[in-house]
């Protein structure tokens, strides 16, 4: 097996067009390294694109695809939002945050992915790239197929992560639900994006996408529905809780059991969302961030 390291984005693109479904695209490793070891994963040769700057970008509303973790959590220019930041800097220890890269967490499509709940409540959409198609640009929702599954072609390499501007009056959050703090995978995630109304009280919109309870994070749109237009309630956000399990498939294993997973979820989002509309009540009329308490 070849290991071959690039220091642009250019580079990478020749060396993907040249051995296609042979060569894998290394950021950090701490997903890909292990599976070589295991199996080889397929690839003859391995393209490492850590020390490329031109995928490592980062902007208010775009994120390249070799920007690690630990740099999310920390990025200034991410201020307006905290949910993804949270969930890089709960995403495993602080030596996985210092190599691992966004790039590979979306490319590795797992079910408890941290930083996949947060990027769809922002409508976050990637672009991918080649020397042979050129650019296209997919929502994150229709690039993910299933676990560990991509709509990545053979030749092609995630570049970046664009973001939704968030309107004001508007505060997102994650939150997670582990046997030993961020240190492990998942037992339950949550990213909610709630915009209240001018009058302070009535959701104008409610984004919420659950993690680790179905073959996918998803969005539970349902959910939303129900709060769109409402002031909340104690009973509201009991019916939005179980509406919330409506696309979940939870399977037990060694974090927990479908049982325990299910009565956790509709807890989880009504202390988000509650803290959420506090937030967002909070927020001064300009442009956003606005973070939770």
């Known amino acids: 097996m070849d290991f071959l390291t690039v220091t642009s984005k250019g580079e990478a693109l020749a060396l993907l067009d040249r051995f296609g479904d042979a060569a894998a695209v290394m950021g950090g490793g701490t997903i890909i390294a292990p599976r070589l070891r295991r199996c080889g994963g397929g690839a003859e040769t391995v393209i490492h694109v850590g020390r490329a700057p031109d995928l490592a970008g980062l902007s208010p509303d775009w994120i390249g695809a070799a920007v690690t973790l630990r740099q999310l959590a920390e990025a200034p220019q991410l201020a307006a939002y905290d949910g993804l930041r949270r969930a890089a800097a709960l995403s495993g220890s602080w030596q996985i945050q210092g190599v691992g890269t966004i790039g590979g967490n979306l490319c590795d499509a797992a079910p408890y992915a941290d930083l996949v709940p947060p990027l769809l409540v922002h409508g976050a959409t990637v672009t991918l790239e080649s020397l042979r198609e050129g650019s296209r640009i997919l929502p994150l929702a229709d690039f993910l197929l299933g676990p560990h599954r991509v709509a990545r072609g053979a030749h092609e390499m995630l570049t970046g992560v664009s973001l939704e501007a968030r309107p ?38 409610a984004r919420i996408a659950v993690g680790a309870m179905a073959p996918l994070p998803f969005r539970a749109e349902a959910a939303e529905g129900l709060l769109r237009g409402q002031r909340l309630s104690d009973t509201l956000l009991a019916e939005a809780g179980q509406a919330a399990l409506i696309p979940a498939a939870p399977q037990t294993d060694v974090r927990a059991s479908a049982e325990y997973r299910r009565a956790v979820l509709p807890r989880l989002l009504a202390r988000a969302l509650r803290d959420g509309a506090r937030a967002a009540a909070a ?10 308490p």
Request: glycine letters at 8%; hydrophobic letters at 35%; charged letters at 25%.
């Open 283 to 292: 927020c001064p009329p300009g442009p956003p961030p606005c973070r939770l």
């Open 168 to 205: 004001a009056r508007t505060a997102d959050a994650f939150v997670k639900v582990t046997r030993r703090g961020g240190m492990e995978f998942s037992t339950v995630s949550l990213a909610i994006r709630l915009s209240l109304a001018e009058d302070g009280e009535t959701v104008e919109e």
